[in-house]
């Protein structure tokens, strides 16, 4: 309850801030309070549940390791993307709809009713709409706030229209209400609707395919930090918010489910990763890279039994990998552009940032021992024995996830007679992700 | 009034549907950025609707209560959405969609 | 604590270079290597009076993941092959002009680190962590300090495949480990969970382990991406993949695949055994048409690995001791073949045989080196090669008289292409003004060649110590 | 005194070790001497090795060092005395340091004097190796060993390629021998469970294990012995190997290295006497080769060409005589051999070295008067390999022929053919050689001398060796009374099946007498044609009938191999190279990778960046949810 408090008092505190001129607190205020919930989550850590609000929300073993894990990942977030964002010249207004979409993001991880999901996922989006479109003089950062608004808002209709089946079907909002009215008896045909509405809506906010369209052209349009924010806290806030819905409400009661959840995950693996492969705009092709990871994402529902860690690890694996790939992204871009062109010769002044941008890539990309390795063989060692098919795509399209990621490598390390120079000015916070990819082999237990 | 006394559940579901319906394919036929958000609330209402009758099904109110929230949300997004549409007027001078295609691929 | 030390000391010297000037990279590590070298003998004397080497503290204990480092024969013959291997091409290319040198033998320090990791490995994810992580080091120095104009296609291609290949094997060890009751990757644990397969999920995981490993040796069809890529890397790098990085795979073969899927493989792993007996007789067709010297030798090196996966995956126990022995031997045999291919092309510029002749008549001692290495190629008694190949084809003969027929076919195929690229380039009588051998490359041939000669003769005492482990 | 025997091969290896590494610094007769002591230091401990198996024949193994031990496969490198492995390497170090005494003088004047003692050295101590090894893996280490040395001095003058293509030719078909006896070592170890002698025949009966795999294993084991003593169809290297200095042709190529052949099947007459088959396939193989080396050998003009093929013509003989049996009259015959054909190569060595260089019979004539030596040696090698009473190819040669009239009249009449042809082509030869008028240049008249004493000294202990050394084995009928006969016989038999015959004493010495009655004939023929009526021999373009072009082409069996094996094998492999490995394997590999892009290429359209486009597969994506749920 505190940790809810605390970051929906942040976002208001950042307005006051401005209100008061007092411009260069917002960052420590943010940084602290962060700290301050991630403190929180620690403390509470082995608590048990704490069922509030009248049964709105639930702090419980999972809210704790995913609002931790959210909490640290826009902490990084913050750490690296700051200087960007205090450049725009708007920075107030950027922190405070980033400190709302957190306080979404946190709330996805502990409702137990389906009203809660909803403005959970409100709160979590329209900030988000307004970032993206944050860059006011882009034609492209305007097209693509305007697309993420249309069909966000459009999504959300369909998975609001599912959830009000899903009532109609069960005569509940809440999670564990409707799990027992689904097992018991009869599944009305309403609940099937709903549920496929539901589904709809989630994949549409985790991207996957045939939902994922919008990604790449709002992630390519939007401004790199908030990019990168999107493809982290709020694509794991999405899949944290999935997980509890879906084990909480629908696990076991709906044979048919895990079978579409297999083939959705297929169709995106091969999808995404095809259309990564030809990109030649990074940053896109980083997209594509993101909804192939959803599907990863997407394949911790279907491993049997509640077991968290798998997802707790791949949404933070996958976090920290690609926030620093952005940030590395991020000064590209602003130096050079975005193109794959542009990545040329970046070892040659900015050995630090190439390495780091390869540390990223290949910890995407699964590479022992980096945590993006453990991530992924949480997801197939739970779906080995059961879908063993399913795995055998995953590992063919890993490699040609490799492919793409290694084009960027090629190209940072390849000679040439004008190099791209880029400011390097956050080495230690990308330092600190690097250990911390490389750590995680040690830290996976914990989780 | 007979006729009244004679609408069940079922016709109410089936009106919301066929709002929402409507709400899905104004989106998909109509280029004009405005109305394509109106349908967007179109869509909304349409399960507004449909909670409300779900509610008086089940004779709770958690549906109606539901509806609040979703209006207070609805109004929100009326709000975002104006804006961005504003400012890519500003830009575009135009709110044709079809012209909305830079990213692409 | 010796494994363990054997195992750091590389990384830390890796990370030592990587962090220091470029001038004396080399010294660096070299001194390292013969510390390496010294700790690995002294600790092998030392397991004899009864001290233990192995160690074992566990990572990720919900998965039973521990970081295991094992110290018995095979192991200590394969670190020994690495450390050797190692300080072969350190102690070759030390005079060599290298740019960025620091990173460079930085990157071989780490490489030869990862590979020590997989031998010592007591555990499958350790293993399996240490087989992907050697690609990183050997893909920068290939992309680094190869050359040739599809330097960037062949790196890739190099790349994806045998990630390709190494992710099956993933799956496999997953498989395993699933169904065990307590999941743990312990080689022991692995090896009963392993057994208790039925045969027939036996045989695939045997596909996935032999895939990946078919892959990184590599046996046909899956070799394509090696030529190409020995002919790109620089020196070192060819070195470091045919001394040391193939016989990863190999070992993992004796250490993994055999004791985990024996059954697997005796009832449905036949087609891995015909793989690996038209990979010895399709590579030596291949050298054959080769009219480049570093080519032929990369064939060369395919023919001697399809030999030795086929020897092991008979699965006797001369099958098993003669792999490893073969590993050893073939180990040297390419570091040897390489500095000759080096010496060769940079007093040539090229490495096009028929465009060579009568270098033994500038360079008797040279050719007489070489002379003994090619022999030891074609696998003559009293050198090292024999032992091995020998002991592999009565493995195989255990398993079928036909396939060592066809596999023996490359006892004639290897002695015609050897011996006529060996004709081409030091006999004859053109002469080529041939710049004398540097003490450097003199020594480390001789030093090959003696290596080669006393394992043929006296291969009794390694053999002992790679018997009678499982 | 049989643990000497670890000695006899030790000496050579030093003295290969001490020529290579410290040689440089000897002078020229330094360095040969040494080389030669060694030798006969060997020949000394294999006397008194030899001795020791005269009084009731025993065998004693002597273990080295530990080898090979992998679980039930246990070989060591140990060491055999037996009667016959005492009596090969009494031959062995015998005629072999007599060889490289001549040596010394031979290649005086060559550059590479040094290396050519080394090698001679190192063959020495890899063919003891083949023939004292216990175990069959041992003396395939001699095997390879001999092979390796025979390479490197069939190109000992290595700077003309065509002597480098004959080494390389000879060292790849010894290969294809090789791999028939790897494959019959496997065979036998997998059956029997060892390699050792004293498992499989001498100590225990483990070879009885092969049972139905005894015909395969042994005709495994006589290809290898088909590629080291040059039997057909293996046989075309052995002329081609001429290309090595003289010294070698007659130590390897005549003496020792192509009958280690004769040793291996010998060795291994209890496998071969239970396989029917397998005999068989000898018997043939060696009468087809008997036959084929001598009708080649009359249409060669060359002077060390025409005694490699009669030296295929005889191994034919001896293998004959294994096939049918007679395991110890092919030994005999061995050494008979070794004798006479080593006297013959080094006379002929002679008398290269007299003309400076050259080898061409027509080239030659009346060399009589100018090396009187080297003529009278030559002369009793020819009457001897001709097989006239009482030289030492006379009695092995014809107790061949008993054998063979005994087993198979078709055997017999081919092995008569060829005797017959041996003699003919023999004195041929000689009479081309030393008889008549001098054919070659005036330069060449100029400079013809008598050899050198290091040299005329070898062929006058051959040529008394070629005399007497019949008599270890008088026939029957001859030796009954002294009571020698079959003195060979006795001795081997410690070692190897004994030779059952059942002639009476008449026929052998009828036998005896129509041989050489042939033979008389042929001297006589080759007399009236070449010395009488002194027909010139028809030079290369001049042969037109095409029985003679056959024979001279050497039925035509390398160009035969050429385009059977050597071309469709590269031919084979550039096409696999091209179109497998380059074209369908890479083109896979890269293809895979098209094929990610493609799905991408294909799917990109649908990426339109059009809000309508994604909102339908938005709602495509749920219509078909809702019908799969």
Known sequence: ?447 | MEILHNVTINHYLGLSTVLFALGVFGMLYRKNAIIIFMCVELMLNAVNLALVSFSKMHGDTDGQIFVFFIMVVAAAEVAVGLAILMMLYRNRHTTDTDTLNDLKG | MIALSIFLIPLLTSFLLFNSKTGNAAKTALTSLILMLLVAIGGRVATAYGLTGTLSFPLISSIGFSFSLLWDGPAFLMVLLTIIAGLGIVYFSQDKEIHSSNRFYGWIMMMLSAMIGAFLAGDALLFYLCYEWALIPIFFLILKWGHGEHLSKVTMRFFLYTLFGSLFMMLSLLYVHQSMATPSFDMSAMWAAGKALTAGEQGWVFAGLFIAFAVKMPVFPFHSWQPSTYDHAPIQGTMLLAAIMLKMATFGLVRWAIPMTAVGIAENGHWAILLSVISVVYASFMALTQKRLKMMIAYSSVAHVGMISAGILSNTDQGTVGGLFEMFSHGILAVAMFVVYAIIEKRYGHDRMQEMGGIRTAAPAFAFLTFILVMCNVALPFTSGFVGEFLLLQSLAHYSLVYTAIAGLSVILGAAYMLRGFQAMFLGGNTHAFEALSRNEKNILAIAVLLVIVLGVYPHSLLQLIQNVY | MEKLVALIPLFPLLGFLYITFFGKNQSKGTAGAIATALVALSFVLAILVFTTQLHGAHATFVKVLDWIHVGSFQVDLSFVVDPLSSLYILFITGVGSLIHLYSIGYMHDDEGFHRFMSYLNLFVFFMLLLVLGDNLLLLFVGWEGVGVCSFMLIGFWYKDHANNDAAKKAFVMNRVGDLGLILGMSLIFVQCGSLNYNDLMIGGSAIGHLGKWATLGAVLLFIGAMGKSAQFPLHTWLPDAMAGPTPVSALIHAATMVTAGIYLVARFSDLFTISEGASQLVTWAGVITAVMGASIALTQNDIKKVLAYSTVSQLGFMFAALGMGAYTIAVFHVVTHAFFKALLFLGSGSVIHAMGGEQDIRRMGGLKSHMPTTYWTFLVGTIAIAGIFPFAGFFSKDQILAHAMENNTVVFALLMLAAAGTAFYMFRMFYLTFHGEFRGTHEQEHHLHESPKTMTIPLVVLAIASTVGGFMGFPHAIGHAMHIEHALDHFLSGSIELTHSHMSVATEIALALISMAIAGMMILFAYNIYIKKATPVLEDAEINSPLHRLLWKKYGMDELYDNLFRKPIDALSAGLYHWVEQKMLLGMVDGSGDAAKGIGRILQPLHNGQIVTYLLAIIVGLIALIFAL
């Open chain 1, 1 to 447: 309850m505190v940790i809810l408090l605390i970051s929906a008092l942040l976002g208001v505190s950042l307005l006051a801030l401005e209100i008061f001129k007092l411009r260069r607190w917002m960052m420590p205020l943010m940084v602290m309070a962060f700290l301050a919930i991630i403190g929180g989550t620690f403390a509470l850590w082995g608590m048990n549940e704490n069922v509030m609000m009248q049964g709105m929300i639930v702090m419980d073993a999972y809210a704790l390791r995913t609002t931790a894990v959210l909490t640290i990942l826009a902490l990084f977030w913050l750490l690296t993307q700051h200087q960007n964002i205090e450049k725009t010249g708007n920075s107030s207004d950027l922190y405070a709809l980033l400190a709302f979409s957190f306080c979404g993001a946190l709330l996805m991880t502990n409702f137990t009713n389906l009203v809660m999901l909803f403005l959970a996922i409100e709160i979590l989006s329209i900030p988000v709409y307004v970032l993206a479109a944050s860059n006011r003089s882009s034609l492209l950062s305007n097209e693509s706030g305007f697309k993420y608004f249309i069909l966000g808002s459009a999504a959300s209709a369909i998975l609001l229209f599912g959830i009000a089946l899903l009532y109609g079907a069960t005569g509940s909002f809440d999670l564990y209400n409707i799990h027992d009215a689904l097992m018991s008896g009869t599944i009305a045909p309403l609940s099937w609707v709903g549920l496929a509405m539901i589904l709809t809506g989630f994949g549409f906010k985790i991207s996957v395919a045939p939902f994922h369209f919008w990604a790449p052209d709002v992630y390519q349009g939007a401004p790199t930090p908030i990019t990168g924010w999107m493809a982290t806290v709020v694509k794991g806030a999405a899949i944290f918010g999935m997980y509890r819905l879906f084990k909480g409400a629908f696990d076991g009661a709906m044979p048919h489910l895990e079978g579409i959840l297999v083939i959705i995950i297929a169709i995106t693996l091969v999808i995404a990763n095809g259309m990564a492969s030809i990109q030649s705009n990074v940053k896109r092709m980083l997209a594509y890279s993101g909804v192939s990871h959803a599907a990863f994402m997407l394949a911790t529902m279907i491993i049997p039994g509640f077991d968290p860690q798998s997802i707790v690890l791949y949404v933070i694996s996958y976090g920290i990998s690609s926030l620093i790939v952005f940030s590395i992204m991020n000064q590209v871009g602003q130096t050079a552009g975005e193109e794959l062109n542009n990545f040329r010769g970046l070892s040659q002044e900015n050995p630090f940032s190439a390495a780091a941008m390869t540390i990223g890539l290949l910890s995407m990309a699964g590479i022992p021992p980096l945590a993006g390795f453990f991530g992924k063989y949480y997801v197939i060692s739970g779906l080995i024995s059961t879908h063993p098919g399913l795995t055998i795509i995953m590992v063919l399209t890993s490699v040609v996830g490799m492919y793409y990621y290694l084009k960027v490598i090629f190209a940072m390390y390849q000679k040439t007679s004008i190099p791209v120079v880029v400011e390097e000015n956050n080495k230690v916070v990308l330092s600190l992700g690097i250990i911390a990819l490389v750590a995680m082999m040690v830290a996976v237990q914990w989780m």
